[in-house]
């Protein structure tokens, strides 16, 4: 493989997020957000980790912007935390953090490296949480300021933005499962987090389109897996028709003005009392591009048991098929198989690959780490992006999950997707060889 295949438009990056990797949690005017008190809870974290330090990238953004540079990786997508800007989510506006997202970004754009800024990659601040957080409908006029902020402090540096992270992950496993901050969970939590937080997608996206010089390229971000049944039966492929509703359509649809997916998770037909007149125009919103982040593909079967879904994912590690560290299943065909679904919606543009990666058990043997399954993982995925492209559908980009290994959230430091090594005792950096081949990929 390399970059010429891809065609000269293709847009090549690397990805990362402000609580994964910046640390810092308490400086410089920075206030809680809901992971600051999370990871701080008794057992909610792997082995007890907490993203204190993560990986410094607060103080050593400096270094890590040099390693995008040097790896030849010309779009650099990180995350704005909420609570450097407003520390209590709304009211005053904290400068210092202001400032220290415009010595990253004037980085960057010293470096010649591109920034791509996501508003929201799932650290909702503390103050907001503790008046309802997601559940509660003026989170909209809470985000909005904080958008509009961040419009009017990096709208004249930055091309390129991403409104939030995953809508389906920080609501299902933060307001549904209880797995992530805020530890909320059921239906009565997650219905009007998924609404609250549609509206706000768009709202953010008015005020970009509003506040942004016009060539600004306004997108957003969605988790998405290939979902197959583990048989022809009929109860089995209803249960996968349910799954892939929750998992990849839940959030796209109502946001390309095609509605809440009812007819396939009946349950969710309680979203009906959250919408209000006059939402109906706030709901959806013309996206520039759409970033789609995927790693794996689910086998789904009935399950009598599971409330709401009648579904429920046959564990990879269960099937004998190659897995990674987070026990996902090695899949290349997925991505293709999710750009194809991706562009059968008229409505979406142009679609760009902002996250794909994997977690492997890495060694560090005197200063290497010769990390091979992940450049076979890489490679394959890469493979598959490439078939997608050159069957023509719209595919225009592709970020790696991540640059520097780094806080996989519920998961502590334990699961490594860094193109580069950190030594969390000593914060080294140390690129892989995965690092290298990409380095050597985007060199042809
Ligand atoms: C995500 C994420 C990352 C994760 C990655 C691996 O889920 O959006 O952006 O924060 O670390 O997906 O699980």
Redesign the pocket.
């Known amino acids: 493989l390399n970059k010429s295949l891809f065609g000269d438009d293709f847009q090549w990056g690397v990805s990362a ?1 402000a609580l ?1 990797t910046e640390g810092a949690c308490d400086v410089d005017g920075k206030g809680q957000s809901i992971w600051d008190v999370f990871s701080s809870k008794k057992g909610k974290i792997l082995n007890g980790d907490h993203h204190h330090i993560a990986c410094d990238f607060y103080n050593r953004y400096q270094e890590d912007i040099d390693i995008v540079k040097s790896l030849n990786i010309p779009n650099f997508r990180f995350s704005i935390s909420w609570t450097r800007i407003l520390p209590e989510g709304t009211g005053e506006v904290n400068q210092a953090g202001i400032d220290y997202y415009n010595r990253v970004i004037d980085y960057c754009l010293q470096q010649g490296v591109e920034p791509w800024i996501t508003l929201y ?1 799932w650290d909702l601040p503390q103050a907001l949480e503790a008046k309802g957080g997601w559940t509660n409908r003026d989170v909209v006029v809470w985000f909005s300021a904080y958008v509009s902020i961040c419009a009017d402090a990096f709208g004249s540096k930055v091309k390129h933005w991403m409104v939030m ?2 809508p389906s ?1 920080f609501t299902g496993a933060g307001y549904f499962l209880g797995i992530h901050a805020p530890g909320k969970s059921g239906l009565r939590n997650f219905v009007p987090a998924v609404h609250h937080t549609v509206l706000s997608i768009v709202a953010g996206a008015k005020i970009l389109r509003d506040k942004l010089p016009a060539d600004r390229q306004i997108g957003t971000t969605f ?1 998405c897996s290939y979902i197959e049944p583990v048989s022809q039966s009929d109860k089995d492929i209803a249960a996968a028709n349910r799954a892939d509703a929750l998992i990849n359509r839940l959030f796209i649809e109502p946001i390309l003005g095609l509605g809440y997916p009812t007819t396939e998770i009946t349950a969710l037909k309680r979203i009906d009392k959250f919408i209000l007149p006059g939402d109906a125009e706030n709901m959806s919103f013309d996206f520039d591009f759409i970033g789609i ?1 995927n ?1 794996t593909r689910e086998l789904v079967e009935y399950s009598f048991f599971t409330p709401y879904v009648g579904a429920s994912l046959v564990k990879a590690t269960k099937r004998n098929v190659p897995t990674t560290e ?1 026990g996902w299943e090695v899949y290349p065909a997925s991505i293709y198989e999710m750009i194809k679904k991706f562009n059968a919606y008229p409505q979406v543009k142009k679609i760009i690959i902002t ?1 794909n990666g994997a977690a492997f058990k890495d060694s560090l043997v005197e200063g290497q780490v010769d990390d091979q399954q992940r450049i076979a993982y890489l490679d394959d995925y890469l493979q598959q992006v490439l078939r997608a492209k050159n069957e023509g559908y719209n595919v225009e980009g592709y970020f790696v ?1 991540t640059l520097t290994d780094n806080f ?2 519920a998961e502590g430091y334990h699961p490594r ?1 860094g193109l580069v090594h950190i030594d969390f005792d000593t914060l080294k950096r140390t690129v892989k060889n995965s690092g290298y081949w990409f380095r050597d990929l985007l060199s042809k």
């Open positions: 997020a994964q990659h992270n995953e992950v988790s982040q790693y987070m996250e999950w996989e959230w997707f």
